[in-house]
C-alpha cells in the first residue's frame, strides 16, 4: 500500500477526531481526502486510493498492492506478485502465504512456522535462538545461534559445522601416472628396433655374429688354400712330372679338406661369438662376466670392451651402450 496513503489517513483520524461530523476535503501536493458522516476517502498522486468508516478501511496501491481491515475481524493484504497476509483480530497470529504453494505462520509469543511447495517444514520458537528444517524425506538440520549448524539425513549420517569456524576447501584430486606394460613392443621381422627389444637385441647379436662367422671362414679358406697350394707346387717342382701331378693334387685335396674345416669352424665361432652392442642401443639385460665399476659418482657395468649405464623403464632396469666414462 502506498505510504501516501497512510499518511493521508492518519491526516483524516486527526481531523475528525477534531469536533462533530461534518463535510470535509483537503488536496495536497501528494495527494487529496475528502469525508463526512463518518465515512472518508483519499487518493495519492500516483494512483493509490483508500476509503473507510466505522472502524474498517479499505486501500490498493498505485502498483497492485492492496489491503483491507474489518473492524472486530482482521486484515487481510496481497501485494502485486500474489503474495497474501492474513491477521485476524485478537489471535496474535499472522499468516502469509504466496502463490506458489508456500505458507508461513508466527503465532505471537510462541513462534513461527514455514513450509514450502515442496513440503521441507522450518520452526522456530520465540526466544530459543534456534531453527530446525525438516524435509518429507526424513532429513533434518538445526541452526543454533552462535553455536553452529547439526545436518542428519534419512539415512541416519550426520554433519555438524561450527558458527565462524573455516573449513578449507578438499584437495584436488591427485591421479597418479601409470606408465606402460610393455615398452617399445616390435613385431618379429624387426631386427634392431632401437634397442628397447630383447628379441631385437637377439636378433641384431646373431646377425653379427653370422656375418663375424663368415667373414672368419672366408678368410680360414683363403689362407688354407694358398698354403697347400704353394706346397703342392714345391712338391711337383723337385719331381718328375708324375710326382708333380701327385703332389699337385695331394696339395689341391689337402687344401680342400682344410677349407671346409676351418669355414665350419669359423660359421661355429661366429654363431658362438657375444652379440656387438651398438652404441647407443639399450638392452634388457646384460651379457656374464660384468664388472661394476663407478666412475666420478656414477655407477656403470663394464662387459669386457663394451660399457653400460643402467636406467629405469616401466617394466624394470635396463642398459644403455655409453662411451667410456
Given at each position: ?108 509469543g510462541e513462534g513461527t512456522t514455514a513450509t514450502n511447495q515442496y513440503g521441507d517444514t522450518a520452526y ?202
Amino acid at each position: 500500500m502506498n505510504v501516501i496513503v497512510i499518511a493521508l489517513v492518519g491526516l483524516l483520524i486527526v481531523t475528525l477526531s477534531g469536533g462533530p461530523a461534518a463535510a470535509w476535503s483537503h488536496s495536497g501536493r501528494y495527494g487529496s481526502a475528502s469525508g463526512g458522516g463518518g465515512s472518508w476517502s483519499a487518493e495519492g498522486y500516483r494512483g493509490g486510493s483508500a476509503s473507510g468508516g466505522e472502524g474498517s478501511w479499505s486501500g490498493s496501491g498505485a502498483y497492485g498492492g492492496s489491503a483491507s481491515h474489518t473492524r472486530g475481524e482482521g486484515t487481510t493484504a496481497t501485494n502485486q506478485y500474489g503474495d497474501t497476509a492474513t491477521h485476524a483480530t485478537g489471535s496474535g497470529q499472522t499468516t502469509v502465504t504466496n502463490p506458489y504453494g508456500g505458507s508461513a505462520t508466527h503465532t505471537y509469543g510462541e513462534g513461527t512456522t514455514a513450509t514450502n511447495q515442496y513440503g521441507d517444514t522450518a520452526y522456530h520458537a520465540t526466544g530459543s535462538g534456534q531453527t530446525t528444517v525438516t524435509n518429507p524425506y526424513g532429513g533434518s538440520a538445526t541452526h543454533y545461534y552462535g553455536e553452529g549448524t547439526t545436518a542428519t539425513t534419512a539415512y541416519g549420517t550426520t554433519a555438524y559445522h561450527a558458527s565462524g569456524a573455516y573449513y578449507p576447501p578438499p584437495p584436488a584430486a591427485y591421479y597418479p601416472y601409470h606408465p606402460p606394460t610393455t615398452v617399445n613392443y616390435y613385431g618379429s621381422t624387426c631386427s634392431n628396433c632401437g634397442g628397447w627389444s630383447a628379441a631385437g637385441a637377439a636378433a641384431a647379436g646373431a646377425a653379427v655374429g653370422m656375418v663375424a662367422g663368415a667373414s672368419m671362414a672366408s678368410a680360414s679358406a683363403a689362407a688354407s688354400q694358398s698354403t697347400a697350394y704353394n706346397a703342392g707346387v714345391a712338391a711337383g717342382s723337385a719331381s718328375t712330372a708324375a710326382a708333380t701331378t701327385s703332389a699337385y693334387n695331394a696339395g689341391v685335396a689337402a687344401g680342400s679338406a682344410s677349407t671346409q674345416a676351418a669355414y665350419s669352424a669359423g660359421v661355429a665361432a661366429g654363431s658362438a661369438a657375444s652379440p656387438a652392442y651398438a652404441m647407443g642401443g639399450i638392452y634388457p639385460k646384460l651379457p656374464a662376466g660384468c664388472i661394476s665399476p663407478t666412475v666420478q659418482g656414477t655407477t656403470y657395468y663394464l662387459c669386457g670392451n663394451t660399457w653400460f649405464q643402467p636406467s629405469y623403464g616401466a617394466n624394470g632396469v635396463y642398459y644403455k651402450v655409453v662411451p667410456t666414462p
